[in-house]
């Protein structure tokens, strides 16, 4: 069964302009992790920001913020001042108490001059 | 600290032949991890260890997959009898169990393309 739901495949945004990546997930575990992974065209898999179940607040780390609605099972990536260098896919994880990560299928961004 | 390290980055076969990819996590880190990874998809879990203990294999994985991490450090990825629909990009990353924010490292693949 599908865990993780990214539900964009694609999007344009404007340099400068702030974008919101949609994240849902699926579990009746207490605890689990939430992950946002950033791919570029080169390949590599990059960490961008962390939420775990319990914490009462939104991650954030540097222009990333993580909207986490935890009634609504939803885990929302917020880029701020979007950067040419944004441009990538952007994938949207959970790691499940024994420790496996799923993934979702990604939203592929392009952020336009 | 090297990060993940994955042999070879590239590997054309036939079909038929079999194929093996390692994977040398980070050093003192106790999980390793494989994914496949096709055009426009997000990584798909194929198995994961903790220690040298394969602790899941995914459903949908065939049984020509095997995956071994004989002494809790590096891990192979054996494809038996390999078909044109194996052809993806082998992902393994690796974490540490007990960091507050456990997340995955990811080395820069394998890709594999099956003729």
């Known amino acids: 069964a599908q865990k993780i739901t990214q539900t964009q495949p694609g999007m344009f945004v404007q340099e400068k302009e702030a974008v919101t990546l949609d994240c849902t997930y699926d579990?009746?575990?207490?605890?689990?992790?939430l992950f946002w992974y950033k791919q570029p065209s080169s390949g590599e898999m990059i960490f961008l920001i962390y939420?775990?179940?319990?914490?009462?607040q939104n991650a954030t780390e540097g222009r990333y913020s993580l909207n986490f609605q935890k009634a609504r099972k939803s885990a929302n990536l917020v880029i701020s001042a979007s950067q040419l260098g944004d441009s990538a896919m952007y994938f949207c994880?959970?790691?499940?108490?024994?420790?496996?990560?799923?993934f979702g299928a990604g939203t592929q961004v392009v952020v336009t001059p | 600290d090297t990060g993940v390290s994955q042999d070879p980055r590239h590997k054309i076969t036939k079909r038929g032949q079999n194929v093996t990819f390692r994977c040398d996590p980070i050093?003192?880190?106790?999980?390793l991890y494989w994914y496949r990874q096709t055009l426009g998809q997000g990584p798909e879990f194929l198995t994961y260890?903790?220690?040298?203990?394969?602790?899941?294999k995914s459903r949908l994985l065939s049984d020509r997959f095997s995956a071994e991490r004989p002494k809790g450090s590096f891990s192979t990825l054996e494809i038996q009898r390999t078909e044109q629909g194996d052809s993806a990009m082998y992902l393994c990353?690796?974490?540490?169990?007990?960091?507050?924010?456990?997340?995955?490292?990811f080395g820069s693949g394998t890709q594999l393309s099956v003729l």
């Open positions: 579990t009746s575990d207490p605890s689990y992790g």
């Open positions: 939420q775990g179940s319990y914490d009462q």
């Open positions: 050093s003192e880190h106790n999980r």
């Open positions: 260890f903790q220690n040298e203990a394969q602790l899941e």
């Open positions: 994880a959970m790691r499940e108490p024994r420790g496996k990560f799923q």
């Open positions: 990353a690796s974490s540490y169990l007990g960091a507050t924010n456990e997340k995955l490292f």
